[in-house]
């Protein structure tokens, strides 16, 4: 038996009403359907990225904490990055409500969307039950699993370059303008999530400059119908850039810069290359145990194109950056998520029909073990086994909750008129505090209005707020004491975790900026 696929017997009535969905393959008079086996697969991405995600964490991921400060009020952009994914967040947020399961379902999303991105692409080049083997491998990429529920911008970005990648194919082939405006919408759409989108055309360039059956796709109408595609989508970002002095890509430069001088450069392009193998580890070694046993698949010339597509898409994206990274420039490991979506299909083309031997019942439950056993590590981070195993405490075992119970009844005993609105300090602690609070409360991020539109001076004044910031970050306190010169240092709080074991006590440093007298209390009620 198969797993993943239903035998059945398929009438001619059958047939006509569903010809795209019907595989091109048989086994023994029975119509294969792969198709069910890909929804099994999504449906699995969707379930393990959110039950294991909610298992191993006491506290949301950093980012996330952040994309959750951000969608407070949806910007245009932010100083530090495009705004797709808190837009995502904030989406989620408005349908699930404020808690964690919100924050995790972006990315099993995000994930389940890159995998299924791919599925045409696949289908088109190997068939239904190839294809499918295609997907179940990519699937165990490590950015597809161990590292998806981080909802950052590197997650964000990955099903809209697999879509744009899906969607060039389709143009280079079958050359429709509608798939050029496709792709130029999944292109803007990647860069809306993060700019590195950028290095997807140099994999558009070698593809073009490659095969000359690619070049013939070219036109001027083709062309600008991608560009509009690329303008519906971030044209109004781009306003935002140009009226903001292109905050972020001075934000990233400078931060570039920072990390770049923690480590020699050999150390930090060694760590991205390595990185990248440990993420495809799972592939190398089903590339490595199969590439001497069965046939290799027929060099057909009309596979040409196939090869050459999935190479300088699959890795020039890739090989782009390596080349940065020679230039001396930092490279950090995880910005390389999004630029592999075709590593399965790579694999299954390396193997050939040797491929069709994972098309079988062992290999679907390895898979599953596998996937198990990742997400059962990744649960044990938020358990007292993990700090004793590893030595180290993890963040997702940060006790949170009990900084936004601390918070709310400091805020209580010194502002007992007013709801707390706004919390300000460094972004890990107020931003976890924000979370958890019983009020909805807004973010001051770094006490710096600038960066953080949604909060106004007026409102601080009005209404007061509590600030939480990590005593270690020193310059925090000279620049809250600059622009809120009537806050008053509070005692600092001592944060035990409510599981003893899964974190240590926490230190964290605490002010009240107090509302002017005179203000109205009604005011600060409502938002």
Known sequence: MRIGVILQ????????????????????????????GLVLLLLAQLLLLIVFPLLGHHAPPLDVVEMHTWAFEPQLGYYKHPPLPAWGVYLSEAIFGRRQLA????SAVSVAIATLAVW??????????????ALFLQSTLAYYNLYAPDFNHNVAQMPF???????????????RARWWFGFGLALGMSALAKYSAVFLLPGVLLMLAWDSGARRQLGVAKLLAAGAGVLVCFGPHFWWLVAHQFAPLHYIAERVGELGAHASWLERFGSYLGAQLLAHVVLLAVWLGMRRSGAPAPGACSARFDDRFLVALG?????????VGLSGSYLHPMWASAMFPLSGLLLV???????????????????LALMLVIGAGYASKNTGLWSRRTNVYARAAYPGPELARLLEARWR????????????????????????????????????????????????????????????????????????PNARILAPLEVDPQRAG????KVVAAAVIAPQTGSPAAACHSR
């Open 413 to 484: 005993a010194e502002v007992p008129d007013r709801p707390l609105r706004t919390i300000v300090g460094t972004p890990w602690e107020a931003g976890v505090a924000s979370f958890f609070s019983q009020s909805s409360t807004a973010v001051l991020i770094d006490a710096d209005v600038a960066i953080s539109p949604w909060v106004t001076p007026d409102e601080i004044a009005r209404c007061g707020a509590i600030v939480a910031w990590n005593p270690l970050i020193g310059e925090f306190l000279p620049a809250l004491m600059a622009r809120f």
């Open 120 to 133: 045409p692409l696949a289908r088109r080049m190997f068939g239904a039950r190839r294809a499918l083997v």
């Open 9 to 36: 017997k398929t009438s001619p009535r059958k047939a006509q009403l569903f010809p795209k969905f019907l595989p091109a393959v048989s086994d023994q008079g029975n119509a294969v359907r792969p198709q069910a």
């Open 349 to 367: 083309r390396a193997l050939g029909m040797r491929a069709e031997r994972l098309y079988a019942r062992q290999w679907a439950l390895a898979w």
């Open 315 to 323: 890795l020039g994206p890739f090989c782009a950056t390596v080349l």
């Open 161 to 175: 370059w697999a879509l744009a990648v899906c969607a060039l194919y389709f143009a280079l082939r079958d050359g």
């Open 502 to 505: 899964t974190y240590y006590r």
């Open 103 to 106: 924050l995790f379902v972006p």
